[in-house]
Nanobody, 126 residues
Framework: QVQLVESGGGLVQAGGSLRLSCAVSGGTFSSYAMGWFRQAPGKEREFVARITRSVDTHYTDSVKGRFTISRDNAKNTVFLQMNSLKPEDTAVYYC????????????????????WGQGTQVTVSS
């Protein structure tokens, strides 16, 4: 059974930075594409960033130039470096694993990801 555990969330002032981590166990991490999603209160879960098994990346427009997704296959971990944070970035952030389509760069739909973590809260104060 593949398990994903996020960490690194917290409270930060606008303009600050956070680095989220997602540790993956129970599967073959290096063969997956990985994604980050977020969900604010009262809103649907939305795509944030994706990294394929070949390290191609894709971002939603609102985080381009501020967020960076990366992976360390030796540590079975995917990261989301978040800089220049804004209050509208406040949400629960989830990582997810795409097992079936690991080489496609721009897959955003949550239902295409087979495994999910429990989420980590990010709160950006103004």
């Amino acid at each position: 059974q593949v398990q994903l555990v996020e960490s690194g969330g917290g409270l930060v002032q606008a303009g600050g930075s956070l680095r989220l981590s997602c540790a993956v166990s129970g599967g073959t991490f290096s063969s997956y594409a990985m994604g980050w999603f977020r969900q604010a209160p009262g809103k649907e879960r939305e795509f944030v960033a994706r990294i394929t098994r070949s390290v191609d990346t894709h971002y939603t427009d609102s985080v381009k130039g501020r967020f960076t997704i990366s992976r360390d296959n030796a540590k079975n971990t995917v990261f989301l470096q978040m800089n220049s944070l804004k209050p509208e970035d406040t949400a629960v952030y989830y990582c997810a694993a795409d097992v079936a389509r690991p080489n496609i760069r721009n897959l955003r739909a949550p239902n295409l990801y087979e495994y999910w973590g429990q989420g980590t809260q990010v709160t950006v104060s103004s």
